[in-house]
């Protein structure tokens, strides 16, 4: 079973606009990374954060880890149709050497 | 290699044949990951590799999947006896270090389509 849920499942924007996606996740962590996976290939390493960040960038990525509430949320600004891709976050178990997904958010940006 | 690679890209089989999918991981990449991607869904954790040893198969659906890695570069993983549940995509993935709380980035190979008849 999955660790993870995305929320919303499916995401349509304009180009231009910002797109928020959130994760919720069942057990505590050590840290959450987030992919993205273009239709047909492997998944691409977005950003990690710790358990003990609240709030990480990385060029037009925010994301935000909210531990108490074991959720956290992905924004892309300005978005591009080159964005357009399935993202998922993951999580790493506190022990064992398990990797969790979640069910991912289909974001589909038109250009 | 200038990444993880994977074999055959696409493979068709009769439910009850032996599969075999392969797994090439960026060069000098202490850990190797297998998950089982179903459509629409996330992937899910099959196994771990550190080096040679396969130190968690705990998401290993049934004594039919049986992954190995002898030399602690290229791996293999088996599906005996297919059945049609069996069909979804296998990625691999690969990261330079041991696998300490989840603090490495995981590269990924293409993934293996596999289709059971």
């Known amino acids: 079973s999955q660790q993870g849920e995305e929320d919303p499942q499916a995401l349509s924007i304009q180009e231009g606009e910002n797109a928020t996606m959130n994760c919720s996740y069942k057990?505590?962590?050590?840290?959450l990374q987030w992919y993205r996976q273009n239709s047909g290939r492997g998944l691409v390493h977005l950003i990690l954060?710790?358990?003990?960040?609240r709030e990480k960038h990385s060029g037009r990525l925010r994301v935000t880890l909210d531990t108490s509430k074991k959720s956290s949320s992905l924004l892309i600004t300005a978005s591009r149709a080159a964005d357009t891709a399935s993202y998922f976050c993951?999580?790493?178990?506190?022990?064992?050497?398990?990797?969790?997904f979640g069910t991912g958010t289909s974001l589909t940006v038109i250009p | 290699g200038a990444g993880v690679s994977q074999s055959p890209r696409y493979k068709v089989a009769k439910r009850g044949q032996d599969v075999a999918l392969r797994c090439d991981p960026i060069?000098?990449?202490?850990?190797l990951f297998w998950y089982q991607q179903a459509l629409g869904q996330g992937p899910e954790f099959l196994t771990y590799?550190?080096?040679?040893?396969?130190?968690?198969k705990s998401g290993l659906p049934s004594d039919r999947f049986f992954a190995e890695r002898p030399e602690g570069s290229v791996s293999t993983l088996k599906i005996q006896r297919t059945q049609q549940e069996d069909s979804a995509v296998y990625l691999c993935?690969?990261?330079?270090?041991?696998?300490?709380?989840?603090?490495?980035?995981?590269?990924f190979g293409p993934g293996t389509r596999l289709t059971v008849l």
């Open positions: 993951a999580t790493d178990a506190l022990t064992g050497n398990q990797f969790y």
């Open positions: 954060i710790r358990s003990n960040e």
């Open positions: 060069s000098g990449h202490v850990s």
């Open positions: 993935a690969s990261s330079f270090g041991t696998w300490t709380s989840g603090t490495d980035t995981q590269y």
């Open positions: 590799f550190q080096n040679e040893a396969q130190l968690d």
């Open positions: 057990t505590s962590i050590n840290n």
